[in-house]
């Protein structure tokens, strides 16, 4: 993403902000609320749901924090043919990340998503760049 890229969504995300009503602080607490919602709906199908819900809710959680690790990647993927190489293994990476959260809250997620995914990043982009050599 570059500066521009950047300045521009931000300014987008303000006009949504104000069409709506909302600040960015008030869309945060919306957004923090959200993902409880989804950690306490995922927690009770751990819980003793059946498989199928299970894997309902898993992919509703997967959903919710796909748009991050999408921005992960593609702030990785330094040439535009790299994005769909580096968005599948950001997605693997919040999958494993999904399934191996042990908390029943969302705090704390972000960040371990965030390392998982960029763990797996980081080695996509070094085995390319030694595959290039």
Request: glycine content about 6%; proline content about 3%; aromatic content about 8%.
């Amino acid at each position: 993403m570059t500066t521009g890229d950047a300045y521009h969504g931000r300014a987008r995300d303000e006009r949504v902000h104000r069409s709506v009503g909302t600040s960015a602080d008030d869309a945060a607490r919306i957004g923090a609320a959200a993902a409880e919602r989804v950690w306490a709906a995922l927690h009770r199908a751990r819980s003793g749901d059946t498989p199928i819900t299970l894997a309902h809710t898993e992919d509703a959680v997967f959903r919710f924090y796909l748009p991050m690790a999408r921005t992960l990647a593609h702030a990785a993927a330094a040439d535009p043919a790299d994005r769909g190489a580096a968005e599948q293994t950001a997605e693997l990476g919040l999958a494993q990340a999904v399934l191996a959260w042990p908390q029943r809250t969302a705090s704390g997620f972000s960040e371990f998503a965030k390392a998982a995914i960029t763990v797996r990043l980081d080695a996509l982009f070094t085995f390319e760049a030694a595959s290039a050599h």
